[in-house]
């Protein structure tokens, strides 16, 4: 629900809980305060419209503070006169917080108490709902906890209680396999000896190429002699 309202010379489109700046009122901070012109109120699809003003419709306001607006700066010259004219301005004003839009019967002060109380009932809920899960949570934790000390003592006890086991001899496995990796090591460090090298027969002067024939090469070698034996 909104209102079209008039104070000041001025028109403002105020809801529930809207703060605005008017025209300076006769009133003082904290004051409540009733605003009369009121031309125009819509409540959803319903509107009602004021010749001037809404006969059963009301806005009230409460003043928070008495203020100032902006400094404005009016300069006025008039050329080939020397006329110079400057001027500042401050607007005094009136800050008002909007409590209370009504027609006929509606409120709107009422509809939003209503929707307050409903968000804070929807928000005591959730908070127990998730309160009572913590609290749930908090215990399934505690009873898993027991559960798992008591499982750990239950085994405690059952291993102190079982005879120990003789200690079985470990196999001698490097002894194995090292046995028969002993002479194959001996083998590699071992130079190995070298055979005897045969000596080889001397091979046989060999017979000087010729064309010449065997019988003529003989006679034409000389006589051998008492002397060169």
């Known amino acids: 629900m909104y209102a079209v309202i008039e104070t000041g010379g ?8 809207d703060e605005l700046e ?3 009122l006769d009133a003082e901070p904290g004051q409540e305060i009733n605003l009369d012109r009121v031309l125009l109120v819509v409540d959803g699809d319903n509107a009602a419209v004021g010749q001037p003003v809404v006969a059963d ?5 409460k ?7 902006e400094k404005t700066i009016s300069f006025k010259y008039r050329p080939k006169a020397r006329s110079r004219v400057k001027k500042g301005h401050r607007q ?10 009504r027609l006929g019967s509606k409120s709107a002060a009422a509809e939003a108490k ?6 804070e009932a929807e928000r005591s809920k959730v908070a127990k709902a998730a309160a009572r899960q913590a609290a749930e949570d908090a215990a ?7 559960r798992k000390a008591a499982e750990a003592e239950a085994e405690s006890a059952t291993k102190a209680k079982a005879p120990k086991a003789p200690a079985k001899p470990a196999p001698a496995k490097e002894e194995t396999l090292a046995k028969p990796e002993a002479p194959a090591k001996a083998a590699k460090a071992a130079p190995a000896k070298a055979a005897p090298a045969k000596a080889a027969p001397k091979a046989a002067p060999k017979a000087a190429k010729t064309d010449e024939p065997a019988g003529e090469a003989a006679a034409k070698r000389p006589a051998r002699t008492k002397k060169d034996e």
């Open 10 to 17: 001025k028109q403002y489109t105020v809801e529930f809980g």
């Open 22 to 24: 008017v025209e300076l």
């Open 57 to 61: 419709a009301a806005v009230s306001a």
């Open 63 to 69: 003043v928070l503070r008495q203020d100032r607006g």
């Open 92 to 101: 005094e004003l009136t800050v008002l917080k909007i409590t209370e839009v």
């Open 114 to 119: 209503e929707a307050a109380a409903a968000a």
């Open 140 to 146: 399934l934790a505690e009873k898993l906890k027991a």
